[in-house]
């Protein structure tokens, strides 16, 4: 067993352990560990035992609390209202830890995403459709705000209840502020999404109704299993599907599958494709607000790309 992760420190692991043992009436110990850092943002992992195993997610910044409990709301949301699968949880909150707080949630027996099969891809879509055919009142969310990776998530509705004025003021301008912050956004660049903003009610297509959102709907926030695809780290609020259709791809390719099983419970729009880099803004400028090396540069050339294509 791999005994450097933090979620295997003696501290740490017998807190899970003892939530377990009160979660199923029983003693339970840990029997093996599936480091899976590699698809999150933060330490993570499935601690395997009997007669379940559980999955942990390990928070040690200091919003902890805030960022594992919107996740929990946000699946709750998902769950209740799109009536689609979301991992059981073990315990009534976040769990606190040494160094930190940890979310768990019992395992679920999955084909990594390297090993989808066509059944699985498709899957997604129709979950993913089955979240958009849910409608609200209101652009945004007022039950609670959230968080898109480690960024704050502002979900209150704007004065207008337009689509446009909620994109420009609760997702592109707050990322765009921080990633000025960063000092890794060229000032040009800046003033050019600046300028920008102020032609999105022009360019983002007819209005439409406030339509439910997985949020961080990236192919791996998807777990394959044989009874389905099971949704997980949603960040939810109502407002244009086809933002949850860039983000399908935006990290990594999908295959056609998803999109076609997609459209056999709802459509999508034939001007999505000329839309598809204005909604990559705000994931874009998050890139870089959250110094990801590896996406700064396609984000950069993204976004130049988007206020000439645009201007």
């Not at 768990?104 to 999955?110: D, F, R």
């Not at 909604?279 to 540069?297: G, T």
Request: glycine residues 8%.
């Amino acid at each position: 067993m791999i005994t450097g992760h933090p979620l295997l420190q003696p501290g740490v692991k017998g807190a899970i352990e003892r939530a377990m043992s009160d979660h199923l009436g029983q003693r339970w110990v840990t029997q093996g560990f599936t480091d899976l850092n590699s698809r999150a943002s933060h330490p993570c992992g499935v601690l395997q035992g009997r007669p379940i195993s559980v999955f942990a997610k390990l928070d040690t910044s200091d919003n902890a609390t805030q960022t594992l409990q919107a996740e929990i709301n946000g699946l709750t949301l998902l769950r209740d209202r799109a009536r689609i699968t979301v991992p059981t949880r073990i315990g009534t909150g976040p769990l606190q830890v040494d160094g930190g707080f940890v979310l768990l949630t019992e395992a679920l027996s999955e084909r990594p995403p390297k090993e989808r099969t066509s059944g699985d891809w498709r899957a997604i879509g129709r979950t993913l459709a089955t979240v958009h055919r849910v409608h609200g009142e209101h652009f945004g969310l007022e039950d609670f705000d959230g968080f898109f990776g480690a960024l704050p998530q502002d979900n209150k509705p704007v004065p207008s209840d337009t689509w446009a004025e909620f994109y420009v003021e609760r997702r592109v301008l707050p990322h765009l502020r921080s990633a000025i912050d960063t000092g890794l956004l060229p000032d040009d660049l800046g003033r050019d999404i600046e300028r920008l903003t102020h032609r999105l009610p022009s360019l983002c297509g007819p209005e439409l109704r406030p339509t439910l959102l997985h949020g961080d709907a990236q192919q791996h926030n998807f777990i394959s299993t044989e009874s389905g695809a099971v949704v997980t780290d949603a960040a939810p609020y109502y407002g244009h599907p086809e933002i949850d259709l860039m983000l399908l791809d935006y990290f990594q390719p999908v295959p056609r599958e998803v999109f076609d099983a997609y459209r056999e419970i709802a459509p999508i729009d034939a001007s999505f494709a000329d839309r598809r880099d204005l909604w990559c803004l705000f994931v874009d400028l998050a890139c870089i607000s959250v110094r990801a090396a590896e996406y700064e540069r396609s984000a950069l050339d993204r976004m130049r790309r988007a206020v000439g294509r645009y201007r």
